[in-house]
């Protein structure tokens, strides 16, 4: 009985204490182009495929084969093929899935081998270690590394873009003259509403070096005359109050549970009794099991991106909401992944 539970033990730990290694197969391959090269040709031999990526043959074979038991790529005769997993890897690279794969290499790899210490000094370590700056969050230092910069927001883009659709057609705007998107980074939600809601304006608040990027998408969409971007940090300025909806997307589960309540409290003191408030978020389960991204993503906040956020409960902004003012009108699940989208509405009283 014994030996045969500690092949089952093993055997089940094992694709747990050895992800980096299938990581890595992947991240490689990747970069090196294999699965672009193999989505044009499938079938190249050992040799054929070293040549092309510019790699010795000897490290090519150790690329193929972790990709192999990966099940990134198959092996007929001396022919290489992309799996119907890897295909997926083969198209634009600023794109889901692939854009995953630089921001985990270079933003998060090695700032995750932080994590038991971010735990146990309850911040997030991993970014004091691995990226220099002097800012508190990953926002503020990836101002100083403007290609890591480009790297997220071609991660945070593509999900964005992958949600935004989705949310368009959701989230009725029809009674809404001026959303404010606090956080609304490159603008890829916000150009996906206003095109939605022809009549609707929005303005964009988000760190000074991160409008730049939103002002050029804004201007590429043809938006100008109804979105705007202005830069500012939401813990040291108050909200303008030019707006009757206001929307939180991917923004407050970087955040502590302190800090969301100040910032509720500051979204509602810049909206009018009736203005309806939207929180997009990442949803943890209201039973604290699931699901698996909420739990990849709580370990990213408090070992990188903040040190204090969390995917939270829709139950848990539903009872901030109530704490500063809004009346909870609701939620649903936007996107493929495990957004939620919850409503308020500002009461009358504001209490
Ligand atoms: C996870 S991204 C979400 C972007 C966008 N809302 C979306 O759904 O794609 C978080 C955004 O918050 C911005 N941000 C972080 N700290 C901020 C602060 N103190 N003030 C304003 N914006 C901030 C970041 O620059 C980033 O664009």
């Given at each position: 009985m014994g030996p045969r539970l500690d092949n089952y033990a093993e055997a089940a730990l094992r694709p747990l204490y050895k992800a980096h290694y299938r990581f890595q197969f992947l991240s490689a391959a990747f970069r090196a182009g294999l699965f672009t090269l193999l989505a044009a040709e499938p079938g190249l031999s050992r040799t054929e495929i070293a040549k092309r990526l510019g790699l010795d043959e000897q490290p090519t074979r150790v690329l193929l084969l972790g990709c192999t038991v990966a099940g990134l790529v198959s092996k007929d005769g001396n022919g290489y093929f992309n799996t119907a997993v890897s295909e997926a890897l083969a198209g634009d690279p600023t794109d889901l899935p692939g854009a995953f794969v630089p921001f985990e290499q270079h933003l998060t790899y090695r700032a995750m081998g932080w994590f038991y210490e971010s735990l146990k000094a309850n911040t997030n370590i991993g970014l004091r270690r691995e990226l220099p700056g002097e800012a508190s969050t990953l926002y503020g230092r990836l101002a100083g590394h403007?290609?890591?910069?480009?790297?997220?927001?071609?991660?945070?883009?593509?999900?964005?873009?992958?949600?935004?659709?989705?949310?368009?057609?959701?989230?009725?705007?029809?009674?809404?003259?001026?959303?404010?998107d606090?956080?609304?980074?490159?603008?890829?939600?916000?150009?996906?509403?206003?095109?939605?809601?022809?009549?609707?304006?929005?303005?964009?608040?988000?760190?000074?070096?991160?409008?730049?990027?939103?002002?050029?998408?804004?201007?590429?969409?043809?938006?100008?005359?109804?979105?705007?971007?202005?830069?500012?940090?939401?813990?040291?300025?108050?909200?303008?109050?030019?707006?009757?909806?206001?929307?939180?997307?991917?923004?407050?589960?970087?955040?502590?549970?302190?800090?969301?309540?100040?910032?509720?409290?500051?979204?509602?003191?810049?909206?009018?009794?009736?203005?309806?408030?939207?929180?997009?978020?990442?949803?943890?389960?209201?039973?604290?099991?699931?699901?698996?991204?909420?739990?990849?993503?709580?370990?990213?906040?408090?070992?990188?991106?903040?040190?204090?956020?969390?995917?939270?409960?829709?139950?848990?902004?539903?009872?901030?909401?109530?704490?500063?003012?809004?009346?909870?009108?609701?939620?649903?699940?936007?996107?493929?992944?495990?957004?939620?989208?919850?409503?308020?509405?500002?009461?009358?009283?504001?209490?």
């Open positions: 403007p290609q890591l910069e480009t790297t997220f927001h071609h991660m945070m883009g593509s999900v964005s873009r992958s949600v935004a659709t989705d949310l368009a057609r959701k989230l009725d705007l029809s009674e809404c003259r001026h959303l404010l606090v956080g609304g980074g490159t603008a890829v939600n916000a150009t996906a509403l206003a095109r939605r809601w022809p009549h609707l304006e929005i303005t964009i608040l988000d760190l000074p070096t991160v409008v730049e990027a939103a002002r050029e998408r804004i201007s590429a969409a043809g938006l100008g005359d109804r979105v705007r971007a202005i830069g500012l940090d939401v813990f040291h300025d108050e909200l303008p109050r030019t707006g009757d909806c206001l929307i939180f997307a991917h923004f407050l589960e970087i955040w502590s549970i302190e800090r969301n309540r100040l910032l509720l409290g500051k979204a509602a003191r810049a909206l009018d009794p009736g203005s309806r408030i939207f929180i997009l978020t990442p949803g943890q389960d209201d039973d604290e099991t699931g699901p698996e991204l909420a739990a990849y993503l709580s370990a990213y906040f408090q070992t990188i991106a903040s040190g204090e956020g969390m995917v939270y409960t829709a139950g848990e902004y539903e009872q901030w909401l109530a704490e500063v003012g809004f009346e909870p009108a609701g939620r649903f699940w936007v996107g493929g992944l495990s957004d939620v989208l919850i409503t308020g509405v500002k009461r009358e009283n504001g209490s």
